[in-house]
């Protein structure tokens, strides 16, 4: 029973995590197939990023010098997340945990109002959309602001908090995919491997951060998504709800240290209220053997004090019982509220990136993406479930949506191009 009772307990999570994931990589396929038409294609300019500081894509390269150049890129790229990781690392070691908030606020606040702004203002020119520049900007500021309180303010509603980490993981994506092929497909495969090395290698720096934050009981200083809310709003200390996917694992163990914690008062107030009514009914039976020796004989007197003791006795081990099936409950109750996957925004990044990349080829490969992607984020769930401990989210769905890619625009779709041609399918 228990161990069947893993996998349905967090059917609700699973199914949170994937359709915001699954939310999030059609709205970036439906932008970038928007705007990447051939009109607008001609006249793109590639951008210069982290993931392309040393060999900027031409379409004049050859395959060879491509191919050298986006690894060169991708080893830059992991090298610089490298250091930066392990940056934060010390800084949250010497417990600078304000300046990490400030500096992920800082971040959010960046995203939602330069790089969305960009991407709504793409939009506006693309759609003839009538709007004057004050308007815009007041908008795009109260959607900024917004977003920044929704996503690190406590006592928020959590789908407003889920609505702006999909937002901020759309919009990343969107910008991602402005990179060169050759150095989408490289950078991916080489982030799936340093998610892979970071998080499960003995020195790997989200490890290190994941061990700081649980041995310290402390929320760690990140933009997770939630995958379900402990109460229906973003209320109270998160410190030991680190279930990231990474991302990802689970609860486990901390959850019961916080509920044993929590639950102590509720030990010490149902132990005073208990002793209380046992002194006010010891108080009750003295009253009535005083009454009582007042009309019967000295016999009937004692026989009430030598049962009296025993009741007492009886109320106290009801009073305890009741006290362990309350607390039990508060327990249970605890531990499913608490229990639920948490899902790192570069996984929401790094996806939709994938699929968005295919949206430039078509829209077949796209659903094969999806699928792929899907497959793989469930079977890291699955994982996740079992192992209880931090698992990496992109190895397995990034291989299997790159495999997919290749194959379905190198094998599958010519096969049904050319018998669709040829009037062998229909």
């Not at 200083?221 to 995958?227: D, I, K, R």
């Not at 081990?317 to 996957?341: F, P």
């Amino acid at each position: 029973m228990e161990g069947g009772s893993i996998l349905e307990t967090i059917g609700v999570e699973i199914i949170g995590v994937m359709s915001s994931v699954s939310i999030c990589m059609f709205l970036v396929v439906l932008i970038v197939y928007t705007l990447s038409s051939p009109s607008s294609s001609d006249n793109q300019q590639v951008i210069r990023t982290a993931a392309n500081l040393i060999y900027l894509e031409s379409s004049s390269d050859t395959t060879t010098q491509k191919l050298e150049g986006a690894l060169l890129n991708a080893v830059v790229f992991v090298v610089l997340i490298t250091l930066v990781t392990f940056l934060l690392v010390i800084l949250y070691y010497y417990r600078f945990t304000n300046f990490l908030k400030y500096y992920i606020r800082f971040s959010a606040f960046f995203v939602l109002g330069s790089m969305g702004g960009s991407i709504f203002l793409t939009l506006i020119q693309h759609f003839n959309i009538p709007i004057d520049s004050f308007t815009f900007c007041l908008l795009l500021f109260n959607f900024t602001i917004l977003g920044v309180i929704s996503v690190f303010s406590q006592g928020v509603p959590i789908l407003l908090n889920q609505m702006y980490m999909v937002a901020l993981g759309i919009i990343v994506a969107a910008w991602f995919t402005k990179l060169p092929e050759w150095t989408t497909w490289v950078v991916l495969v080489a982030l799936a491997l340093y998610d892979l090395v970071a998080v499960l290698a003995p020195g790997g720096p989200l490890k290190m951060l994941v061990e700081l934050a649980s041995s310290r009981d402390e929320e760690l200083p990140a933009l997770v998504y939630e995958a379900r809310p402990n109460v229906g709003s973003r209320s109270g200390s998160r410190g030991p709800n680190l279930g990231l996917l990474l991302a990802g694992f689970s609860d486990g163990d901390l959850i019961e240290l916080r509920v044993m914690s929590s639950s102590e008062n509720v030990v010490q107030n149902g132990r005073g209220v208990n002793e209380m009514r046992s002194e006010s009914e010891e108080i009750d039976n003295v009253r009535e053997v005083e009454i009582e020796g007042e009309m019967l004989p000295l016999m009937g007197s004692s026989s009430n004090e030598r049962e009296r003791p025993v009741v007492n006795e009886e109320i106290r081990e009801s009073n305890e019982s009741d006290r362990g099936r309350v607390l039990e409950r508060e327990i249970e109750e605890e531990e499913e509220r608490g229990k639920g996957i948490k899902l790192g925004l570069g996984d929401f990044v790094f996806y939709s990136v994938l699929v968005g990349r295919a949206a430039m080829y078509d829209l077949m490969t796209v659903y094969a993406c999806y699928l792929a992607i899907i497959s793989g984020l469930g079977c890291t769930l699955i994982l996740l479930a079992v192992c209880r401990h931090a698992l990496p989210a992109l190895p397995i769905s990034i291989a299997l949506g790159v495999i997919f890619y290749f194959l379905t625009r190198l094998l599958m779709e010519p096969f049904i191009v050319g018998t669709s041609t040829n009037l062998l399918m229909f």
